[in-house]
């Protein structure tokens, strides 16, 4: 049984088939609904297409799990809305204060000056291919880039599924139906994980980008072996994650799913209960994937 | 500064060698000087102000952030200017304004030049303020820039080689010419860049007794010998020294000035005055920094308690009586000797020993050989093959091309070296930390240990650290299996488990071992690395530290 907004569950079907639930029903943003005692309702997380954050509220106490959130402006999702509750539960991907994002439109103002600089290269950017490969796009758009991107093949379908939910992404076409020397000049957004492929092999003397908050930290870029870090992200920064805590007005945060003990550090010097929620399947093993495949950052 | 910080942001992120080249080169015919003149000095390491400690960066943090907050930020970056340069909070007075509209009443940031010269004159008590105010003043790149810049640490893997060589591309010039002239010069070099541009005459290099750049050999391996005639060699021993230069030159007086420097170009006469009054013709010498017991060599770790010493006292001179082994010789008096062929070289090197005529200084033995089988056997027991009661202190041959010229560099095919091969003992993996830099997201630094009787029972005691040897793919192996068997986490470090039949052996390969009191196991070991892993062998099969000290007491 999975409940959740309708891009999501189509998001799921996509990427995992028809089956990917015995059962599954659609919730709007605002919608409440009623599990015996507990009143459930969505509220817009601002991370992806469809993410939301979940308040649950019994008997007058109401609990919040933000999921996977920025308060970053992104022209391709629903923008992040606070719930006030009395217990948040909150991301901590990039729970430490050496994490502050700058502004996204300079990142791809980066990557276009680069462009112009090389010329007679290609431009390949990695980046995660639910959501920040379309915020990517629509950042080059609003930034005057309207010349053709390419897409790795495996972004197209979520691509295309942004589109037809009325996000506008201006010309995209398949970088496989394409000549080599024909993509001098040009920008090609792929899985991080296939910018250090033999796919790249097509492309004319590619400068690797990579899209991600984990940009931020040199050693972090160096490690992929990317030439041009761009530090987007779709999680809050330190920044966004505190200024978050203080606007729920919660008394008490449950911090997972990253650097929880800075953030639990920082809750409780401004007088909050707080405490790491250890959750299975997260964390470490974040880790080992970043090095090794695609990543939600 | 910006523009200093911008490039070395760039070429930290440059993997090609040609491509760090054209932006250091581009760098240098965008900016003016002075500044450039500061960037050259400072990627070749000769600025000389008092650097700024760790200590200090951290103070300056400490009154700016959550002391808790910083330690887990830099446990994550592992680079204390990079977490410095990303967690300095914005002052009160810039917060509210963007770059861009910055008003005049804020102070621009401060040039290369600006800070170079600052800190020149810069009282230690005025250091921190200073600092706090440029870091107020740079934007994150800068300041990671300063940052580096002032503790000395830049580590953005240019070498003063290639900066030197981006600065004669400037003027399409040999590199070559550029270290050969480079003694003589002084940052911020405007002598240099004018004769680079074409507006003055060459830099003339007026040290009396300059360094001169090292030339260094290749590691060779077994199977290239093939290619190799053995009667364009000549075969020495490797010395297990420190490598010097000790050079003597006549001043306007015509008194003799000595000088020992180091492989780098250090000048560390300080540190041997007992060896400076052997040096008394002008010349310069290439060899090994020894140390001599009745005629004797002994081994690095002896030499070693006689390197690094604050005051050099008449009781450690003469415990401890340093030596040179001379095996080059690159200039004769006032005459440059490097573009002559090694063989000629050689000859001119036996006559100046036997000319200076000092017990201090003595001819670095050939080793006759007519094919590559009497290297080998000579490499495996060079007690038999010359090296007598030195034998101890050879730690491999070096061969050298009879034609070929000194060359500063690791120049390709002109001299090898072939180290003996290392001991090899199998130890257990205990601890895990994680690396620094590129790695520090990795568990890349390893404790291990060995068996030993405790008590009745079996209990590994730990016996050293390493942090390289593996390749990319084992590190990936290592770090998965560390996160999957940690059972004990401290900080940054974890316990990983080491039980009789569970846990990891590797395989550590190392130069020497040397007795140790402040070591659990009264052992330390030279140069670990980790040679391979062991996943076919159960722990309780590692070697036991009495196969240690057996080692020891072989080497002793």
Same mark, same amino acid.
């Given at each position: 049984?999975?409940?959740?907004?309708?891009?999501?569950?189509?998001?799921?079907?996509?990427?995992?088939?028809?089956?990917?639930?015995?059962?599954?029903?659609?919730?709007?943003?605002?919608?409440?609904?009623?599990?015996?005692?507990?009143?459930?309702?969505?509220?817009?997380?601002?991370?992806?297409?469809?993410?939301?954050?979940?308040?649950?509220?019994?008997?007058?106490?109401?609990?919040?799990?933000?999921?996977?959130?920025?308060?970053?402006?992104?022209?391709?999702?629903?923008?992040?809305?606070?719930?006030?509750?009395?217990?948040?539960?909150?991301?901590?991907?990039?729970?430490?204060?050496?994490?502050?994002?700058?502004?996204?439109?300079?990142?791809?103002?980066?990557?276009?000056?680069? /462009?112009?600089?090389?010329? +007679?290269? #290609?431009?390949?950017?990695?980046?995660?291919?639910? *959501?920040? $490969?379309? &915020?990517?796009? @629509?950042?080059?758009?609003?930034?005057?880039?309207?010349?053709?991107?390419?897409?790795?093949?495996?972004?197209?379908?979520?691509?295309?599924?942004?589109?037809?939910?009325?996000?506008?992404?201006?010309?995209?076409?398949?970088?496989?139906?394409?000549?080599?020397?024909?993509?001098?000049?040009?920008?090609?957004?792929?899985?991080?994980?296939?910018?250090?492929?033999?796919?790249?092999?097509?492309?004319?003397?590619?400068?690797?980008?990579?899209?991600?908050?984990?940009?931020?930290?040199?050693?972090?870029?160096?490690?992929?072996?990317?030439?041009?870090?761009?530090?987007?992200?779709?999680?809050?920064?330190?920044?966004?994650?505190?200024?978050?805590?203080?606007?729920?007005?919660?008394?008490?945060?449950? /911090?997972?799913?990253?650097? +929880?003990? #800075?953030?639990?550090?920082?809750?409780?010097?401004? *007088?909050? $209960?707080? &405490?790491?929620? @250890?959750?299975?399947?997260?964390?470490?093993?974040?880790?080992?994937?970043?090095?090794?495949?695609?990543?939600?950052? | 500064?910006?523009?200093?910080?911008?490039?070395?942001?760039?070429?930290?992120?440059?993997?090609?060698?040609?491509?760090?080249?054209?932006?250091?080169?581009?760098?240098?015919?965008?900016?003016?000087?002075?500044?450039?003149?500061?960037?050259?000095?400072?990627?070749?390491?000769?600025?000389?102000?008092?650097?700024?400690?760790?200590?200090?960066?951290?103070?300056?943090?400490?009154?700016?952030?959550?002391?808790?907050?910083?330690?887990?930020?830099?446990?994550?970056?592992?680079?204390?200017?990079?977490?410095?340069?990303?967690?300095?909070?914005?002052?009160?007075?810039?917060?509210?304004?963007?770059?861009?509209?910055?008003?005049?009443?804020?102070?621009?940031?401060?040039?290369?030049?600006?800070?170079?010269?600052?800190?020149?004159?810069?009282?230690?008590?005025?250091?921190?303020?200073?600092?706090?105010?440029?870091?107020?003043?740079?934007?994150?790149?800068?300041?990671?820039?300063?940052?580096?810049?002032?503790?000395?640490?830049?580590?953005?893997?240019?070498?003063?080689?290639?900066?030197?060589?981006?600065?004669?591309?400037?003027?399409?010039?040999?590199?070559?010419?550029?270290?050969?002239?480079?003694?003589?010069?002084?940052?911020?070099?405007?002598?240099?860049?004018?004769?680079?541009?074409?507006?003055?005459?060459?830099?003339?290099?007026?040290?009396?007794?300059?360094?001169?750049?090292?030339?260094?050999?290749?590691?060779?391996?077994?199977?290239?010998?093939?290619?190799?005639?053995?009667?364009?060699?000549?075969?020495?021993?490797?010395?297990?020294?420190?490598?010097?230069?000790?050079?003597?030159?006549?001043?306007?007086?015509?008194?003799?000035?000595?000088?020992?420097?180091?492989?780098?170009?250090?000048?560390?006469?300080?540190?041997?005055?007992?060896?400076?009054?052997?040096?008394?013709?002008?010349?310069?010498?290439?060899?090994?920094?020894?140390?001599?017991?009745?005629?004797?060599?002994?081994?690095?770790?002896?030499?070693?308690?006689?390197?690094?010493?604050?005051?050099?006292?008449?009781?450690?001179?003469?415990?401890?009586?340093?030596?040179?082994?001379?095996?080059?010789?690159?200039?004769?008096?006032?005459?440059?000797?490097?573009?002559?062929?090694?063989?000629?070289?050689?000859?001119?090197?036996?006559?100046?020993?036997?000319?200076?005529?000092?017990?201090?200084?003595?001819?670095?033995?050939?080793?006759?050989?007519?094919?590559?089988?009497?290297?080998?056997?000579?490499?495996?027991?060079?007690?038999?093959?010359?090296?007598?009661?030195?034998?101890?202190?050879?730690?491999?041959?070096?061969?050298?091309?009879?034609?070929?010229?000194?060359?500063?560099?690791?120049?390709?095919?002109?001299?090898?070296?072939?180290?003996?091969?290392?001991?090899?003992?199998?130890?257990?993996?205990?601890?895990?930390?994680?690396?620094?830099?590129?790695?520090?997201?990795?568990?890349?630094?390893?404790?291990?240990?060995?068996?030993?009787?405790?008590?009745?029972?079996?209990?590994?005691?730990?016996?050293?650290?390493?942090?390289?040897?593996?390749?990319?793919?084992?590190?990936?192996?290592?770090?998965?299996?560390?996160?999957?068997?940690?059972?004990?986490?401290?900080?940054?470090?974890?316990?990983?488990?080491?039980?009789?039949?569970?846990?990891?052996?590797?395989?550590?390969?190392?130069?020497?071992?040397?007795?140790?009191?402040?070591?659990?196991?009264?052992?330390?070991?030279?140069?670990?690395?980790?040679?391979?892993?062991?996943?076919?062998?159960?722990?309780?099969?590692?070697?036991?530290?009495?196969?240690?000290?057996?080692?020891?007491?072989?080497?002793?």
């Amino acid at each position: 049984m999975v409940l959740a907004t309708q891009e999501t569950l189509d998001m799921m079907r996509l990427r995992y088939g028809d089956n990917f639930a015995g059962h599954t029903q659609t919730i709007r943003y605002g919608e409440t609904l009623r599990l015996n005692d507990v009143t459930v309702s969505f509220h817009p997380a601002g991370h992806v297409l469809g993410s939301a954050q979940i308040a649950m509220t019994c008997n007058g106490l109401r609990i919040v799990a933000s999921g996977d959130y920025k308060d970053a402006p992104d022209p391709t999702c629903t923008p992040f809305e606070v719930v006030p509750c009395d217990v948040f539960i909150t991301e901590a991907t990039f729970g430490l204060p050496v994490f502050r994002h700058p502004d996204a439109t300079r990142e791809v103002r980066k990557l276009l000056d680069s /462009v112009r600089l090389f010329p +007679e290269r #290609a431009h390949l950017v990695g980046a995660y291919s639910l *959501g920040k $490969a379309q &915020r990517v796009i @629509a950042l080059l758009r609003a930034a005057g880039f309207d010349a053709p991107i390419y897409l790795h093949g495996a972004m197209e379908s979520i691509t295309r599924y942004y589109e037809s939910r009325g996000v506008p992404l201006g010309d995209l076409r398949l970088v496989k139906d394409m000549k080599k020397a024909d993509l001098a000049g040009t920008i090609t957004l792929a899985p991080p994980s296939a910018t250090s492929d033999i796919w790249t092999r097509r492309f004319p003397d590619p400068v690797t980008a990579f899209a991600s908050g984990w940009m931020r930290i040199r050693a972090r870029a160096r490690q992929r072996g990317v030439e041009l870090p761009l530090v987007i992200s779709d999680h809050a920064d330190w920044d966004g994650l505190t200024a978050t805590i203080k606007a729920t007005g919660a008394g008490e945060i449950w /911090v997972t799913h990253g650097e +929880e003990d #800075a953030l639990v550090h920082w809750c409780k010097t401004q *007088g909050l $209960a707080a &405490r790491p929620l @250890a959750l299975v399947g997260y964390g470490e093993e974040d880790e080992s994937a970043v090095a090794g495949g695609e990543d939600a950052a | 500064m910006n523009r200093f910080a911008e490039l070395l942001d760039r070429l930290s992120y440059e993997p090609g060698r040609n491509n760090k080249l054209r932006l250091i080169t581009q760098y240098f015919r965008d900016v003016p000087d002075p500044d450039r003149g500061y960037a050259l000095a400072a990627l070749t390491g000769t600025l000389s102000f008092k650097h700024a400690k760790a200590g200090l960066i951290r103070e300056l943090i400490a009154a700016r952030s959550d002391p808790e907050l910083f330690a887990l930020s830099y446990d994550y970056v592992g680079d204390l200017s990079e977490t410095v340069a990303l967690m300095w909070p914005k002052t009160e007075t810039s917060s509210p304004l963007k770059d861009t509209q910055r008003g005049h009443n804020n102070p621009p940031p401060p040039s290369l030049t600006e800070v170079v010269t600052t800190l020149a004159t810069l009282g230690k008590a005025e250091m921190p303020a200073q600092l706090t105010r440029w870091l107020d003043e740079l934007d994150e790149t800068g300041r990671w820039a300063l940052l580096k810049l002032v503790t000395g640490a830049m580590r953005i893997g240019i070498s003063a080689r290639l900066a030197k060589t981006a600065a004669a591309a400037l003027g399409d010039k040999d590199p070559h010419d550029v270290e050969l002239i480079w003694p003589g010069l002084a940052p911020p070099y405007p002598d240099l860049f004018a004769w680079l541009e074409g507006r003055g005459d060459k830099p003339a290099n007026r040290d009396v007794a300059p360094f001169r750049p090292v030339m260094l050999a290749h590691a060779i391996e077994t199977d290239e010998f093939e290619a190799l005639d053995a009667r364009d060699f000549i075969a020495e021993w490797k010395w297990d020294g420190i490598r010097v230069q000790a050079v003597s030159g006549r001043d306007d007086d015509g008194n003799i000035v000595a000088r020992l420097y180091s492989r780098t170009g250090e000048d560390i006469s300080k540190g041997f005055p007992d060896l400076l009054p052997s040096l008394h013709l002008p010349g310069a010498i290439d060899g090994e920094l020894l140390v001599l017991r009745e005629g004797r060599v002994q081994s690095f770790n002896v030499l070693q308690q006689r390197l690094n010493r604050k005051s050099v006292t008449p009781k450690l001179t003469k415990e401890f009586p340093v030596h040179l082994r001379a095996y080059d010789l690159l200039a004769d008096d006032e005459t440059d000797l490097r573009l002559l062929p090694f063989v000629e070289r050689r000859a001119r090197l036996e006559a100046f020993v036997e000319k200076l005529d000092d017990p201090r200084i003595d001819l670095s033995p050939m080793v006759p050989f007519d094919d590559w089988s009497i290297v080998t056997a000579a490499r495996a027991d060079p007690a038999a093959f010359g090296a007598g009661d030195d034998a101890e202190a050879v730690e491999g041959v070096m061969l050298k091309r009879r034609d070929a010229v000194y060359l500063p560099g690791r120049p390709k095919g002109q001299w090898w070296k072939w180290k003996r091969d290392p001991y090899i003992i199998d130890a257990v993996l205990m601890y895990a930390q994680r690396g620094h830099g590129k790695r520090s997201s990795y568990y890349s630094d390893y404790t291990f240990g060995v068996w030993t009787d405790s008590d009745g029972g079996d209990r590994l005691v730990p016996v050293g650290k390493a942090y390289f040897g593996f390749t990319n793919e084992e590190l990936l192996q290592i770090d998965r299996f560390v996160r999957r068997n940690t059972t004990e986490k401290f900080g940054p470090v974890r316990h990983v488990v080491h039980e009789p039949d569970q846990g990891l052996v590797l395989e550590v390969a190392f130069e020497g071992l040397q007795r140790s009191p402040r070591h659990k196991s009264g052992v330390a070991m030279r140069f670990p690395r980790i040679s391979r892993l062991r996943w076919d062998k159960p722990p309780r099969e590692a070697d036991r530290l009495e196969t240690l000290e057996r080692m020891l007491k072989a080497d002793a």
